[in-house]
């Protein structure tokens, strides 16, 4: 079945502990992309990657950090989580300019 | 499930109604756009999408207007049903599709 995953699905931390969400896809998607989603805001893009080693920024950068070794995994990296993280993260991948598809989302909670 | 926004703008429509939900884009310079809907506790299901060089595209039960004099997208659902209560999001971007920017959402509430 084709699909984007991401694990864990839900995770309580505290400020500083560094955790990586991870994201797979089995479609040999080139692009694939990390949001966040926020009540009133959206969903709002941290950072993309067109293709394996080509990483870039998002509208919401700050305090992320990706690494795109392999094609099919996109693991979102916070060095030294903060509250205003706590978020619902969405991993995403797509095939040249064809639709995204979506993970099942990430609740992350940092206290 | 999860909530996705405590305060979206809302639209309440009959069963078996048509719906029409707006999004005002910002950048003239965007190339593609795209309507996702997004169900309690699941991530953004891709719907119906749109290229500027149209300004109609119509899919099962969904319509996509796109005005790019006015900046504004528009999806049309015909016969509502209640499998279709969600929050729908548009989404645009340039021509090289990197970068995507999402609208606020709309929660649409189907009523029996």
């Known amino acids: 079945e084709a699909q984007v995953t991401q694990n864990p699905r839900y995770l309580i931390t505290v400020t500083g502990k560094k955790l990586t969400v991870t994201c797979s896809q089995n479609m040999n998607h080139e692009y694939m992309s990390w949001y966040r989603q926020d009540p009133g805001l959206g969903l709002r893009q941290i950072y993309y990657s067109m293709n394996v080693e080509v990483t870039d920024k998002g509208d919401v950068p700050e305090g992320y950090k990706v690494s795109r070794k392999e094609k099919r995994n996109f693991p979102l990296i916070l060095e030294s989580p903060s509250p205003n993280q706590t978020s619902l993260y969405f991993c995403?991948?797509?095939?040249?300019?064809?639709?995204?598809?979506f993970g099942p989302g990430t609740r992350l909670t940092v206290l | 499930g999860e909530s996705v926004g405590l305060h979206l703008p809302t639209l309440s429509v009959q069963e078996g109604d048509n719906s029409i939900i707006n999004c005002a884009y910002s950048n003239s310079a965007s190339d593609y756009f795209i309507w996702y809907k997004q169900e309690s506790g699941k991530g953004p299901q891709f719907i119906i999408d749109?290229?500027?060089?149209?300004d109609k595209r119509q899919g099962q039960r969904v319509t996509v207007l796109l005005n790019k004099t006015v900046k504004h997208l528009s999806l049309q659902i015909a016969a509502t049903q209640p499998g279709d209560s969600a929050v729908y999001f548009c989404a645009e971007t340039d021509n090289y599709g990197q970068n995507f920017v999402f609208g606020p959402g709309t929660r649409l509430s189907v009523l029996p």
């Open positions: 749109i290229r500027s060089n149209m």
């Open positions: 995403a991948s797509r095939l040249g300019s064809n639709e995204q598809f």
